[in-house]
């Protein structure tokens, strides 16, 4: 109740200050109308038609392709990395968005391997991929909006925490453009990215691009490196005035050993160097190619605009690890092999630009084969796993204007989703009972083979359908300031969550958003104040991601005897550890009354404000408070002697800071020979918040307050053919926790961010 009351008083001063300010922008504008420098507008595709930024009812960030490519951001860890709210998470298949608290780390199975729906996803020219490698190594990139909040009602998909939508750059009939960017800095990294818009005719226009981009590891062993290549065409083709489409291919390969582990710490001071770890964990070298394309139909009918967006996508990927047993000095190779694929439509109409009640109907359809893969072991098949992801549904949207000033909005979606798990393990050795231990029951099925082993088969389905909606009204204080609240719901699968064992389907996650917000302009659009209040009920948050848990037992542990276990027996699951110490890997059992998802809530206020203080001068600052609690997770196991029942209400999600600060500033020197040179500064603080979450306090689990600072030099010829920046990220060489994977006493591996980089980018304009 009193987190409740506490956003209304929110709300409430929203409101004022969106009245307050919106009068004195009327004022000021009038004021400054002989001031030449005003703050740019932004033109956006977010409600599926061209409107500008500060007119669209929607919290949101807008980043230009130019700006990430002069300041050297490729992926979507360095692109967000100054956005309020914003956290990333990385994992063994790529990396994640966290927005608002609104979280993806349900890693429940394979890995450390996501085979869900994203929480946050990323929209590509308008298709939705449930893959999370997407926002890596982006190129040609026109601009990137980020929507926070669901967008059911407007979108091919369901993502309770916000979209990505990436805009890559398309063929245009009227000219021919190309550019070329070269970029190197340590770590031996070396970028090369061009582009070339090749007008045919005025119908028939091509646009060619290509990234290349490698470096060696940031970590000591060679891992977190990069080798990746990329090419994209795009043609165009206007059949008449009113009628075309575009034929989109793209083609990438993903190399080197990717992200990697390195021993836990709680704080950075208390080691050397976070970015070193051992040769035995380096994977082996990984090579992953994709294909994927497209095709964008749009037709201007006289009752609206009509598009059609068809897609398919295949990856295949292979990589192995070599892993040496420390008492026995025998070596095993695991090589993992995966296929996967996606295919999907996108078919909606927009209503008409002059009509004067805006609406957007549509339907979607996906399906995926996300985590096909098969191990085999020293040459002996050990498993093949696939999971098959299938949803379509149809959603709209309307908005209609009370006045010319006051509009409301209402919208829904239905939708249907299925999730298949299918699971083949090979030659398994027979386990023996060990007293004291529970082992997962499995609801597959055995075969007896000839030389004493079994196979083992499981397969289980989940299936679920969502009515989705959302309300709101906007109010045109004048013409530089809006209002805006809408209440908004979203749902999503839960990711791997087998059925329990009363034969009952885990329910999907539900998410509830209240949304209220003000975008003002002032001083004849010199200083801008975008704010916004939220507060997020999400209900059947997975918060382990599935029923087993993992845990260690050490030899000089008391329990260790008491489960009957002794070292060096030849008991099976017993391991030798990089200090020497023998464990023993347990299985533990939940008490099948109770699962690990729970509810939790997340309420908060962002405030994002810009200004161009004179014609040479900008700086952007933004702060966001957030706070998340979880209401009903217990965490409630059948064998106390590893694990005692804990209860997790009261507790913080993961990833969710208290405070977010970032703070930019850029000025431009006007040099003699007519060209600019423009230093800038950007710098994010962060509050304390815990990575993953546990039944346990562990201080390696949570991540410090810290910051971290970026800068650049830009030199602009003076006929804006080229650019070179020189720049310097993370100057304070800060670890970022990125991820922490590994359950027991002390066995603790991070994923951290990038070190310090510096380097070059020469950029040209043709």
């Not at 979209?163 to 970029?183: C, H, L, R």
């Not at 290509?210 to 970590?219: L, M, P, Q, R």
């Not at 030199?715 to 304070?732: C, F, I, R």
Request: one cysteine or more; charged letters at 25%.
């Amino acid at each position: 109740m009193e987190i409740k009351k506490g956003f209304m008083c929110i709300l409430a001063a929203m409101l004022g200050l969106g009245l307050t300010l919106g009068d004195l922008s009327w004022a000021a504008a009038q004021e400054d109308e002989k001031e030449e420098f005003t703050l740019e507008e932004i033109t956006v595709t977010a409600q599926k038609r061209k409107e500008n930024v500060q007119k669209v009812p929607v919290t949101m960030e807008v980043i230009s392709g130019d700006k990430m490519k002069e300041l050297g951001q490729r992926n979507i860890d360095e692109i967000l990395s100054f956005i309020g709210s914003a956290s990333i998470e990385k994992a063994a298949d790529g990396l994640r968005v966290s927005l608002r608290g609104i979280s993806d780390n349900d890693d429940a199975w394979g890995d450390n391997m996501h085979v869900s729906t994203p929480t946050v996803a990323i929209s590509t020219d308008g298709v939705y991929s449930s893959r999370s490698d997407q926002g890596q190594g982006l190129y040609d990139i026109e601009r990137m909006e980020v929507l926070f909040g669901p967008q059911s009602t407007m979108y091919a998909n369901t993502s309770p925490g916000g979209i990505i939508n990436v805009i890559t750059a398309a063929p245009k009939t009227d000219k021919f453009e190309a550019s070329g960017t070269v970029e190197y800095g340590n770590y031996n990294y070396l970028h090369l990215e061009g582009s070339v818009n090749t007008p045919i005719n005025e119908k028939v226009a091509l646009r060619a691009a290509f990234s290349k981009a490698e470096h060696e590891g940031y970590i000591s062993n060679g891992a977190d490196d990069e080798d990746k290549k990329s090419a994209r065409l795009k043609a165009l083709f206007k059949l008449n005035e009113r009628l075309s489409f575009t034929l989109t291919g793209e083609y990438s390969f993903n190399g080197g050993h990717g992200f990697a582990r390195v021993e836990g710490f709680v704080d950075q001071d208390d080691v050397d160097d976070p970015w070193t770890a051992a040769d035995t964990m380096l994977m082996d070298p990984r090579e992953e190619t994709r294909k994927a394309g497209n095709i964008n139909l749009n037709w201007d009918s006289v009752i609206g605009t009509l598009t059609v967006i068809p897609a398919y996508s295949t990856t295949e990927s292979s990589d192995s690890e070599t892993m040496t047993n420390q008492r026995t000095g025998d070596s095993t190779t695991t090589l993992t092999e995966r296929e996967m694929w996606e295919k999907g439509a996108d078919a909606r109409m927009v209503s008409p630009t002059d009509f004067f009640i805006k609406w957007i109907a549509g339907a979607n359809y996906n399906k995926a084969n996300e985590g096909n893969y098969r191990t085999v072991v020293d040459s002996i098949e050990g498993s093949t796993v696939e999971v098959r992801q299938k949803s379509h549904a149809f959603y709209g949207n309307i908005t209609y204007p009370v006045t010319d000033a006051f509009r409301v909005t209402a919208g829904g979606r239905k939708s249907w989703d299925t999730m298949s798990f299918f699971q083949y393990d090979y030659n398994q050795l027979p386990r023996p009972a060990r007293e004291g231990f529970v082992e997962l029951e499995r609801s597959g099925t055995y075969t007896n083979n000839p030389d004493g082993t079994l196979d083992y088969t499981e397969y289980w389905q989940q299936e679920y359908n969502s009515m989705n909606y959302k309300l709101g009204v906007e109010y045109d204080v004048n013409t530089d300031s809006m209002l805006y609240a809408d209440i908004s719901n979203s749902y999503r699968m839960q990711a791997m969550a087998r059925e329990t064992t009363t034969g009952e389907s885990p329910p999907p996650e539900e998410m509830t958003a209240y949304t209220i917000g003000s975008k003002n302009r002032f001083f004849g659009n010199k200083f801008q104040v975008n704010a916004s209040a939220y507060y997020y009920k999400y209900k059947n948050k997975v918060a382990e991601g599935g029923a087993r848990v993992f845990t260690n037992l050490y030899e000089d542990d008391p329990r260790f005897i008491e489960a009957g276990l002794t070292a060096g027996d030849g008991t099976p699951g017993l391991d030798i550890n990089r200090d020497g110490r023998i464990t023993h890997v347990s299985v533990v059992l939940q008490d099948p009354t109770q699962t690990t998802w729970g509810d939790f809530m997340s309420s908060g206020i962002d405030i994002m404000t810009s200004w161009i203080a004179t014609g040479k001068d900008r700086l952007d600052f933004s702060v966001s408070y957030m706070h998340t609690e979880w209401t009903n997770l217990l965490f409630d196991y059948v064998y106390d002697m590893v694990y005692e029942d804990f209860l997790y209400d009261g507790k913080p999600s993961i990833l969710s800071p208290k405070w977010n600060l970032t703070a930019s500033y850029s000025h431009n020197f006007s040099l003699w020979n007519g060209a600019t040179l423009t230093p800038r500064l950007d710098t994010r603080f962060q509050s304390s918040y815990v990575v993953t979450y546990h039944e346990r306090e562990d201080p390696q689990r949570r991540q410090e307050p810290y910051h971290i600072s970026n800068f650049s030099m830009i030199y602009a010829s003076p006929s804006d053919k080229w650019t070179l920046t020189g720049y310097v990220k993370n100057m304070e060489n800060y670890a970022v926790k990125r991820n922490l994977i590994g359950e027991g006493e002390s066995e603790y591996f991070l994923m951290i961010g990038t070190p310090r980089t510096y380097g070059a980018i020469l950029t040209m304009q043709f």
